[in-house]
């Protein structure tokens, strides 16, 4: 379990406190200050802040200081979407409300509940019990499939996607992106770039998709093993569902950024699922089948590498949340290789009877 940590609001991401308030004062039913800010340490994008009111807790996410890449960031996306699925059985915490005049503090930002959960960074999970362990990844797959089983005309998210082949624009989106934030010249990334437009595969309806669903985007409940809260919606859309399982499954073919990870670790003895039983949890609670599992894999071990490649760039332009941002230099190196040697084996041991055994 990782400890959340606070700290003092970084010199490079201060901002105008007592404008702040006086905007909670005015737009948050309730408020009381005087308040107190910190931020929350280890996230890469939209930098987090706890704000400590008379009248409670409260979190603050607003876009980064600095030249922002095109489509990066959306604060005001990430508060539709979960304003949007409060009502419905995916956890997400209570928005209460959205400011997008840049003059107040800067950058657009949001306020929302802080919600009492427990944030575990590390894959595999070492500081709960194998049962809890195995409940936790258990319920990864349920509010994954729950979230993809949101109608998004149903929720007001009906125009939260553009039109045409979500992966034809995601992989269009990601390599302009790379290329922007590129420090130094990786094979992989541009071998990558050609093979997947050639290899998309026919999508599914199109749902909810997260666009970043791990573990550490969650907070689980501070006794029991289930998920209390999903957050980081940043790079939420309308697209297919098994983007988002393909993200959380990569880390069963590739070494993780910063942790052991789920590749190589003897899962059955810590009571994590393998990822053909993940899968089929998912799947099970979703009604659906899968073909062409390899191709999800590779898409997202490719997305992922062009994300960290930009929080590494962010480091070194100085405007990174966390200061951790630099020791992602060779991050994107070793994902996106560990992705071009699945494209060269053209197999994973579930690619032709996955759907099959369901």
């Known amino acids: 379990m990782s400890e959340v940590q606070l700290t003092p609001v970084r010199e490079a991401h201060q901002f105008d406190e007592q404008a702040l308030e006086h905007y909670l004062a005015s737009h948050v039913e309730g408020f009381a200050g005087p308040l107190t800010i910190r931020q929350f340490e280890g996230g890469q994008s939209n930098p987090t802040?706890?704000?400590?009111?008379?009248?409670?807790?409260?979190?603050?996410?607003?876009?980064?200081?600095?030249?922002l890449l095109p489509s990066a960031h959306q604060v005001d996306r990430e508060y539709r979407v979960m304003d949007a699925l409060f009502e419905t059985d995916v956890p997400v915490p209570k928005m209460y409300t959205l400011c997008e005049d840049?003059?107040?503090?800067?950058?657009?930002?949001?306020?929302?509940?802080?919600?009492?959960?427990?944030?575990?960074?590390?894959?595999?999970?070492?500081?709960?019990?194998?049962?809890?362990?195995?409940?936790?990844?258990?319920?990864?797959?349920?509010?994954?499939?729950?979230?993809?089983?949101?109608?998004?005309?149903?929720?007001?998210?009906?125009?939260?996607?553009?039109?045409?082949?979500?992966?034809e624009r995601q992989i269009n989106r990601w390599t302009k992106q790379y290329?922007?934030?590129?420090?130094?010249?990786?094979?992989?990334?541009?071998?990558?770039?050609?093979?997947?437009?050639?290899?998309?595969?026919?999508?599914?309806?199109?749902?909810?998709?997260?666009?970043?669903?791990?573990?550490?985007?969650?907070l689980i409940h501070p006794t029991e093993p289930r998920i209390v809260a999903l957050i980081d919606w940043e790079l939420s859309t309308i697209g297919d569902g098994l983007a988002d399982l393909g993200y959380i499954c990569q880390d069963y073919h590739g070494d993780s950024y910063n942790d052991e990870g789920l590749s190589g670790a003897d899962l059955g003895s810590l009571g994590i699922p393998s990822e053909e039983e993940f899968l089929a949890e998912y799947c099970r609670h979703a009604g659906r089948e899968i073909d062409n599992w390899l191709f999800y894999v590779i898409y997202n071990m490719f997305r992922s590498a062009g994300i960290i490649q930009g929080v590494?760039?962010?480091?070194?332009?100085?405007?990174?949340?966390?200061?951790?941002?630099?020791?992602?230099?060779?991050?994107?190196?070793?994902?996106?290789?560990?992705?071009?040697?699945?494209?060269?084996?053209?197999?994973?041991?579930l690619q032709h009877r996955f759907r099959d055994e369901l």
């Open 49 to 67: 802040f706890q704000l400590e009111a008379a009248s409670g807790l409260y979190v603050l996410r607003k876009q980064p200081p600095g030249e």
């Open 102 to 167: 840049t003059q107040v503090i800067g950058t657009k930002f949001y306020i929302m509940e802080m919600v009492d959960g427990r944030l575990f960074t590390q894959t595999l999970i070492p500081a709960v019990t194998n049962e809890d362990r195995s409940a936790i990844y258990t319920d990864l797959a349920c509010v994954l499939a729950t979230l993809h089983n949101v109608v998004p005309e149903a929720v007001g998210l009906g125009e939260f996607g553009r039109p045409g082949n979500y992966y």
């Open 179 to 218: 290329l922007a934030s590129q420090t130094e010249h990786i094979e992989a990334m541009n071998n990558l770039m050609a093979w997947l437009p050639d290899n998309i595969p026919e999508q599914d309806e199109a749902v909810v998709v997260h666009g970043d669903f791990r573990l550490g985007n969650t």
């Open 312 to 349: 590494y760039k962010r480091g070194l332009d100085g405007n990174a949340s966390s200061d951790t941002a630099l020791e992602y230099k060779d991050a994107a190196r070793v994902r996106s290789e560990r992705a071009w040697e699945l494209v060269q084996k053209g197999s994973t041991p």
